[in-house]
């Protein structure tokens, strides 16, 4: 997570989806919206392990058409060759640098890729040396018009050897999100920075047609204008979930 990871390479580990359903599926031209996607709650602390909400283009079960679904997945992606969930917990992010070809993430890369809807995401930054107090500073860091934005992500299947297969339980879906170098703007705050897509790229991304080295291609593009908001450490506790979260912090260092 950012807030015990500090500046190690692991980040975009807490971050804020409050939107309505309805909202997100508009935006993104959404045109299933799963059952468990109304049973998760607005999150103004999403962790990871935390259910998520994302959208994909998947084939009809019924039909095979191909449409756009908003679909809940958990946030730590566990490979389809691993033993057990827990692996997804180290594998919350992945490196824009080394995706196409990290036994973890190059499968899900080619062919399941993910947009992440969310409003802004928290990073921490250290203290200086010299500063009179030693903790962490926390910030929001969120469009500067206030959209919502869409994180690149990946997503994969994992299927529970100890469940019978007519067990609806027997699958797991995961996600993780794409991270790149921090722009000079947020620099200060952490090297690293969550992959925010352009709408002209949002077609091609969900496309499962468009190949791996296609879809390296989209990762260029310049992250939406952020602003960093100093906000109060309330966020370093994961039970902390509200709006007043996103308050400035008065005793910002």
């Known amino acids: 997570m950012w807030a015990a990871a500090g500046r190690l390479s692991r980040m975009c ?7 309505e359903d309805q909202a997100i599926a508009d935006e993104f031209a959404v045109a299933v919206v799963a059952d468990d996607v109304r049973l998760l709650p607005p999150s103004w602390n999403v962790a990871p392990t935390d259910g998520i909400r994302m959208v994909v283009e998947r084939a009809d079960r019924e039909t095979g058409e191909i449409t756009r679904q908003l679909r809940v997945a958990r946030w730590g992606l566990v490979p389809s060759w691993a033993k057990d969930p827990s692996v997804g917990n180290r594998m919350i ?4 640098e080394s995706v196409a070809e990290k036994s973890a993430f190059a499968r899900p890369f080619a062919q399941r890729r993910a947009l992440i809807p969310a409003d802004g995401y928290y990073e921490w930054r250290k203290p200086s040396p010299d500063a009179p107090v030693q903790r962490k500073q926390p ?6 018009d206030g959209s919502l934005v869409a994180l690149a992500g ?19 879906v995961s996600a993780t999100i ?5 722009s000079e703007r947020l620099a200060f705050i952490h090297d690293r920075q969550p992959v925010m897509l352009p709408h002209a790229a ?22 939406p204008t952020l602003e960093p908001t100093p ?21 910002a260092h």
């Open 13 to 19: 580990g807490r971050y804020a989806s409050f939107r």
């Open 231 to 251: 906000v109060r450490p309330l966020v370093n506790a994961v039970r902390n979930n509200g709006p007043d979260l996103l308050a400035p912090d008065p005793e």
């Open 178 to 182: 794409l991270t790149r170098p921090a």
């Open 139 to 144: 910030y929001y860091i969120h469009p500067d």
């Open 202 to 223: 949002w077609d091609a991304w969900l496309d499962p047609a468009v190949d791996a080295p296609a879809a390296s291609d989209l990762l260029a593009a310049a992250p």
């Open 154 to 172: 990946l997503y994969e299947f994992w299927r529970d050897p100890a469940k019978a297969d007519d067990d609806p339980d027997r699958w797991l």
């Open 93 to 96: 992010n992945a490196r824009v």
